[in-house]
């Protein structure tokens, strides 16, 4: 599925050479910023953005940032622009790999309106293989998702080490689906997830000013927060807790960036997870409603109308919102909606 959307002024990265993204943020005019929301297939370790689809003018008909709640891995495969990472912008070409984590604002633009990039994707939940490599160990797993999911990367292929070689190889396996594929994909991204922990692990830049959180990284751990406890009593408090800031503050940042209440926030993201589970289990609807996090069934139901405009029951018979579905979707996300 996608979600709703932020652009801003941004400042020229003038080197290719291992550009490494912390958050760095201006002053700037605050749009509107879009949340584009994907599901991992059913059975599968990763969502595969593949083929002639993807050779296309990026860019030229958006005007704002946006973010995944999976985290991302491009390649360019062809062509040349420029890829905006928070308010970072340097220029890609032809293998350069991208890697930009869950909730991480950026947007690629092509050189040209006429002249179409090529880039192929990968988006995944690291969660999931952390969960595997520290199993039963929850809290290193968290310490290394925020690890990872700390800053973007931007590098040519050479400089990659290991990276470009098990992303390519996933999307050799994904594009082929030889017998054993899923197997072998599962295995590459568990290889994948701890290429990317050594490199976060090993970096040297620690600058203060690099980490300072401005702009939509002042509410970063209040989308984490959401993401990993949706289901919970969540309450603006906790959230604002989550950012070390009052109460009032936090929901004055919270709506200026994301144009939208906390809270309806945080049932945007439980109507998403109804979505997965009605579309993956056959719990009922009641079931559905209490395991992403809402209190009644007829605020369940309230709150599905209100994001996709049909009650859950419809959505769930209409088989046109299963997978290739999910990838096209999406609601505008402003103020007043």
């Known amino acids: 599925m996608i979600i709703g959307e932020m652009i801003s002024q941004i400042s020229s990265c003038h080197s290719f050479q291992g550009i490494y993204f912390g958050g760095i943020m201006g002053k700037k005019k605050k749009d509107t910023i879009e949340l584009r929301f994907y599901e991992v297939p059913h059975n599968e370790s990763v969502l595969t953005l593949l083929g002639d689809k993807w050779i296309r003018c990026y860019g030229h008909d958006e005007t704002n940032l946006h973010f995944h709640n999976l985290m991302e891995i491009g390649y360019c ?30 947007i690629t633009i092509s050189e040209d309106a006429k002249e179409p990039s090529f880039w192929e994707y990968l988006f995944f939940d690291p969660m999931l293989f952390l969960k595997e490599l520290y199993a039963g160990d929850e809290l290193r797993q968290r310490e290394i998702l925020g690890i990872i999911n700390r800053e973007a990367w931007f590098l040519h292929e050479e400089e990659s080490g290991n990276l470009v070689g098990l992303v390519t190889m996933v999307m050799e396996e994904m594009r082929s689906k030889k017998k054993h594929y899923s197997d072998s994909v599962h295995s590459l991204m568990l290889a994948l997830v701890i290429e990317l922990i050594r490199m976060n692990e090993t970096t040297e830049i620690y600058d203060t000013d690099m980490h300072k959180k401005t702009g939509i990284t002042q509410i970063g751990n209040a989308l984490d927060y959401i993401r990993e406890k949706y289901a919970d009593h969540i309450k603006v408090e906790d959230l604002a807790n989550a950012c070390g800031m009052s109460e009032t503050h936090f929901r004055r940042v919270f709506e200026s960036y994301m144009n939208m209440s906390p809270m309806d926030y945080v049932n945007l993201t439980r109507i998403q997870a109804s979505c997965e589970r009605l579309k993956k289990t056959t719990d009922s609807m009641d079931e559905v409603a209490e395991k992403v996090g809402f209190a009644t069934t007829s605020t369940f139901n309230r709150n599905f109308k209100k994001f996709l405009n049909t009650s859950p029951y419809q959505w769930k018979i209409k088989q046109e919102n299963y997978e290739s579905k999910l990838l096209s979707y999406h609601i505008t996300a402003l103020k007043g909606w």
């Open 77 to 106: 495969r062809d062509g040349t622009g420029r890829l905006v990472l928070n308010e970072k912008e340097c220029r890609y070409q032809p293998a350069m790999i991208s890697v930009i984590p869950q909730n991480y604002p950026h």
